[in-house]
């Protein structure tokens, strides 16, 4: 008699090769029909030794059913491919699905978010601090002495106050009676952070901030900052340079050019105004980078011995590096926003886009 | 502040480069060129001097320096050779007197006689105009010419004016004034310091001349001011004046002593050029504390530390050199006294960097210790819980951290008031994150489709006075506006959820008790609020707002808002959780149906429910709420799934009826409570 396996086989083969319902009949029919090749087998089994009966029983059996799903799974294909043909009452697929409501996240919260993800992959870590802040982390301790002219570089708006502290629950520092302000900037975390932090260390600050300055398209009152800071022992402008390339590069997912050029800013020595080449028009010139083929997107500098001074670090045994650069500007540039003041609008048609 | 491209050319014999190049190597050596545009011949360039740099920087001779740095061309002295007419001596004219060193540390002056005042010639008005000044007459505009080629301010008094032949410096008193050039009195106090004479003030030190020793078409004689002023005292005064002006701008930045004397030959020189007259021979100058340069030791190895390139001593020298500072052969440095922004090696890695060139610096990936960065749980949560409001549809906003005059003195707490409120609409620090959200929702529920349900949240910092001082806190707030009877509900699931996606289990809704402090006790509609609480701590509130939001068909529509502290609620998050066994044994239902009194609280028959044969209940889920006419007056019928289920077993028939019978026996325990119907 023919090996079991064999007959599976041939049968697989045939089947395989059956082009439509009638040919598929035709296997049925030589192995499981009647009179077909497995069925005799399974007639046949009286006749065998008792001790063979079982295996023989149990293989062909099972082969029996394998066959019969195969020839079920082939016909219904065939089936499916003259259906095709024929034409039936079709599910107006135009129709729209039912709306599941589900609400939108802020851009710049989303932007806030990719850029804490991509500097937490760079291994920094991210860290809050108060938006009320006092004029010692917000000025002098950045280098910026009262009633110097660097100081008109952050128009302020000021707390009134009858001699009274902050209370922030995330800072243990007790602060001496200062005048109190709304932080102009997110450089007063880098002095609070390097208070209780010893080096080496790399954080990355976002934050809303807040500046007394007319609005238009481009200046809002308040609006978003995400501070950068790394210390270490031989931290350099170099560093600073292949950090700030990586985070463009990763932030507009393509190969973008950066440049320093000279800037100012009193907590940070040598300073600079980090440039990215115009993600739109790559440095030809267009409406987006004002024809100058480039876009200003951070400042930045390395830390100056003042402010380690100012943390109570010795600037002797620490170099490092700070940046700043605005979210909102991001976001702006991400999603094509012509006017900053859209994202503090509230309006859900243009929340709802996103 | 605007330069003219000639007279930055006119510093050099060799050609600078092209109009436009020079901007760009302005830009990418020095200080950024906001804008070069034709005027006339001439281009003006717009450059953002930095206030660092405001002692050497705003003048043409100092970006002429700058340009000489990085073309490597040789710049010519800015020094002129006066010619004295020694008939005559200044001091048989003029005495000053300086009431205050500190608050003059140079006086110097000069007297030129017979001049003839008139138009100033083409090249100087043309100068001028470029760098956006208007020409008044030959001597004013030559102070002003000189001012804008070296930097420091200058003026020229009619000495024909000063009375008693003498000027003193002081400070003013209470109750003087001035009438200024630019034709308004101004009235002074000793913050600020005058030039006066024996009589009357002549002009306020630093910052504006008066109309009472003005030049005019009669003066024939001129005495001649180049001084230097404190920058603070400078500041303060102009600050206190709200009079801002080209010269005070230079004061406040410091000037440098040492330059005065130049300046002033050169206006000499140029005042006798232009008006004629002769410059009467000797000069005043009180000068007792001589500024000197600044020695530092040069330190190659921090430079190229700092900057991460190798430049080498040569050219470090080289650039220093070019920028006018002195090295010797032990590498001393000699800072002089029109860089007072010099100060150590740092600054000597941004002078050596920019001018060689920052294009030149490679990206070098720091060498660090592998430290992983640290989780910060509150800003997962923060996202973690964003992402779960937006879920359940609720849309982010920003608001703006101030809320207007109005909706803020109609608040009950203590505001925190700003010393320059922006406007009306931003006047105070925002004391929560309601007050905007619900103009929010009125502004949004006037241009959108008046079926749509708002649903809006944030999370923000709030601000308000404390007895301790101002504090500032993160909210998490909420708000639903629109068509829906349920929304106190809709809400309240919504905490629900919340709260067991962030791992807290030990928290329930309380009864309304306001907190005085907070002042929001009347945003709150009576009976329709709650609290929140974890464990017994009071976290936030929950319910209907006191003031409704109209829509685009003038309908009002009821808003409910959450309002939870996000810093007391991240401190509970906890996203660590242990998987229980699924028991092997089957659950059983049954139902419960109870008409009970009006007022009776679902959370009292769960209670009770709960009590008895909690061991084997899994879960009591309220399916049916009905208030209606066919039940007896007054009352409401509840009804409730009772899943039973044990770990260990199959709890049989027998054992759960005979627990639905306690569960009925301690529910009809309650007076007015009547079980209707089991299965």
């Known amino acids: 008699m023919e090996n079991l396996e064999n007959i599976k086989n041939r049968a697989e083969k045939e089947l395989v090769s059956a082009q439509n319902s009638e040919e598929i009949k035709k296997v049925f029919r030589k192995y499981l029909g009647k ?169 990355i600050v976002p934050g809303r901030t807040f500046r007394y300055e007319a609005t ?6 308040n609006f978003y900052q995400a501070e950068g800071l790394m210390v270490d022992k031989e931290i350099s402008a170099a560093n600073l ?45 267009c409406s987006v980078c004002s024809k100058r083929g480039w876009l200003e997107m951070a400042g930045a500098g390395m830390v100056h011995p003042q402010v380690f001074k100012s943390a109570g670090l010795n600037p002797r045994e620490w170099q490092g590096f700070a940046f700043g650069m605005g979210l909102d500007r991001l976001a702006m540039m991400k999603y094509k926003i012509d006017d900053i003041r859209l994202l503090y609008k509230g309006d859900l048609r243009f929340l709802e886009q996103f | 502040m605007l330069f003219s491209y000639d007279w930055l050319q006119s510093f050099f014999k060799d050609k600078l480069p092209a109009p436009k190049k020079l901007a760009e190597l302005l830009t990418l050596r020095s200080f950024e060129v906001e804008e070069v545009k034709r005027a006339g011949k001439d281009w003006a360039l717009d450059i953002n001097v930095t206030p660092d740099r405001g002692t050497d920087c705003l003048s043409h001779f100092g970006i002429s320096r700058e340009c000489s740095a990085f073309t490597k061309l040789k710049i010519k002295s800015p020094k002129s050779k006066v010619k004295e007419n020694n008939k005559d001596n200044i001091k048989d004219f003029i005495q000053v007197e300086i009431k205050n060193n500190n608050d003059c540390p140079r ?63 002081r400070r003013a008193k209470a109750g003087e004034s001035i009438d200024a050039l630019d034709d308004k009195k101004y009235k002074l106090d000793k913050k600020n310091l005058v030039i006066a004479d024996s009589k009357k003030i002549l002009a306020i030190a630093g910052i504006k001349g008066g109309k009472s020793a003005a030049i005019d078409e009669n003066t024939k004689d001129i005495f001649i001011e180049s001084a230097n002023f404190e920058p603070v005292m400078v500041r303060l005064s102009s600050q206190g004046l709200k009079l801002k002006t080209d010269a005070s701008v230079r004061f406040e930045h410091g000037a440098d ?14 005042i006798e050029e232009v008006a004629g007259g002769k410059i009467i021979e000797g000069k005043i100058d009180i000068y007792p504390k001589k500024l000197l340069p600044k020695k530092l030791k040069l ?17 470090v020298i080289r650039i220093l050199n070019f920028l006018g500072l002195e090295t010797k052969a032990d590498l001393t440095v000699a800072v002089p006294t029109w860089r007072p922004d010099l100060a150590g090696n740092e600054d000597f890695a941004e002078e050596t960097g920019r001018i060689y060139g920052y294009e030149k610096l490679k990206s070098v990936y720091p060498r660090l210790a592998l430290i992983p960065a640290k989780k910060n749980d509150d800003i997962l949560w923060e996202e973690k819980i964003k992402d779960f409001l937006k879920e359940a549809g609720f849309s982010e906003t920003y608001g703006y951290s101030f809320i207007s005059k109005r909706a803020g003195d109609a608040m009950e707490g203590k505001l925190v008031e700003l010393e320059n409120p922006f406007s009306e609409q931003f006047y105070y620090l925002r004391p929560n994150l309601l007050l905007n959200l619900y103009e929010n929702a009125q502004y949004n529920s006037r241009n959108l489709n008046p079926e749509k349900m708002i649903k809006i949240f944030e999370i923000g910092n709030v601000f308000n006075k404390r007895k301790e001082g101002i504090m ?148 009591v889920d309220l399916f049916d709420l009905y208030e209606g006419p066919e039940l007896p007056e007054g009352k409401k019928n509840l009804a409730f799934h009772i899943i039973f289920q044990a770990k260990d077993r199959t709890l049989t028939g027998r054992e759960i009826d005979s627990m639905m019978a306690k569960i009925i026996q301690q529910l009809e325990d309650n007076s007015g409570w009547e079980v209707r119907k089991t299965n």
Not at chain 1, 216 to 221: G, L, N, R, V, Y
Not at chain 1, 248 to 270: A, C, D, H, W, Y
Not at chain 2, 535 to 554: A, M, Q, W
Request: glycine residues 6%.
């Open chain 1, 35 to 203: 009179d077909g090749e497995i069925t005799r087998i399974l007639r046949s089994l009286k006749d065998i030794q008792e001790q063979k009966r079982k295996a023989v029983g149990k293989s062909a059996n099972q082969i029996k059913q394998e066959l019969e799903q195969k020839i079920e799974i082939k016909k219904k294909a065939i089936s499916a491919v003259i259906e095709k043909g024929k034409s039936k009452k079709q599910m107006d697929i135009s129709r729209p699905g039912h709306k599941i409501s589900i609400g939108h996240i802020h851009p710049i919260t989303k932007v806030k978010k990719e850029v804490e993800d991509i500097f937490e992959r760079l291994g920094f870590s991210v860290v809050e601090g108060p938006e009320v802040e006092t004029e010692w982390y917000n000025f002098d301790a950045l280098n910026i002495p009262a009633n110097h002219p660097a100081r008109d570089m952050w128009d302020t708006f000021w707390l009134r106050q009858n001699e009274s502290k902050v209370q922030n629950p995330k800072s243990k520092i007790n602060t001496k009676s200062q005048r109190l302000l709304l932080r102009t900037h997110t450089s007063p975390v880098q002095v609070r952070y390097m208070e209780k932090h010893n080096p080496p260390l790399r954080i």
């Open chain 1, 216 to 221: 238009d398209a481009s200046h809002e009152i």
């Open chain 1, 241 to 285: 340079k292949a950090i700030m390339e990586k985070f463009f590069e990763m932030f507009f997912k393509q190969n973008v050019g950066i440049r320093l050029r000279p800037s100012f800013f009193p907590f940070t020595e040598p300073s600079f105004e980090v440039d990215v080449q115009c993600v739109v028009c790559k440095g030809k010139g």
């Open chain 2, 107 to 169: 006086y110097m002056g000069r007297i030129i006689s017979g001049v003839k005042i008139g138009v100033s010639p083409k090249r100087i008005r043309e100068r001028l105009r470029t760098c956006g000044l208007e020409p008044i007459n030959n001597v004013v505009d030559a102070a002003n010419y000189v001012m804008l080629e070296l930097g420091q301010p200058l003026h020229a008094f009619d000495l024909g004016k000063i009375s008693g032949k003498k000027i003193v410096v």
């Open chain 2, 257 to 270: 002593p040492n330059f005065a004397e130049t300046a002033l030959d050169s206006l000499a020189v140029l």
């Open chain 2, 299 to 315: 330190d190659l190895e921090k430079i190229e530390s700092i900057l991460g390139i190798k430049i080498g001593q040569k050219e």
């Open chain 2, 472 to 619: 500032e806190k993160k909210m998490l707030s909420a708000i639903m506006a629109g068509e829906n009877e349920e929304s106190f509900y809709v809400l309240k699931g919504v905490v629900d959820s919340l709260f067991e996606k962030a791992g807290i289990s030990d928290y329930y809704f309380d009864d309304y008790q306001a907190t005085p402090e907070d002042g929001e006790s009347n945003l709150w509609e009576a009976g329709e609020r709650a609290e929140i609480k974890i464990g017994d701590r009071e976290v936030g509130f929950l319910g209907k707002l006191n003031f409704p939001v109209f829509n685009k068909d003038r309908q009002t529509r009821e808003v409910y808002a959450l309002n939870i502290d996000f810093d007391a609620l991240v401190r509970e998050c906890n996203d660590e959780s242990e998987y229980e066994p699924i028991s092997k044994f089957p659950a059983a239902v049954r139902d419960v149906a109870l008409l009970v009194p009006g007022e009776t609280r679902v959370g009292e028959v769960l209670d009770v429910i709960n009590a008895g044969e909690s061991r084997h209940i899994r879960d």
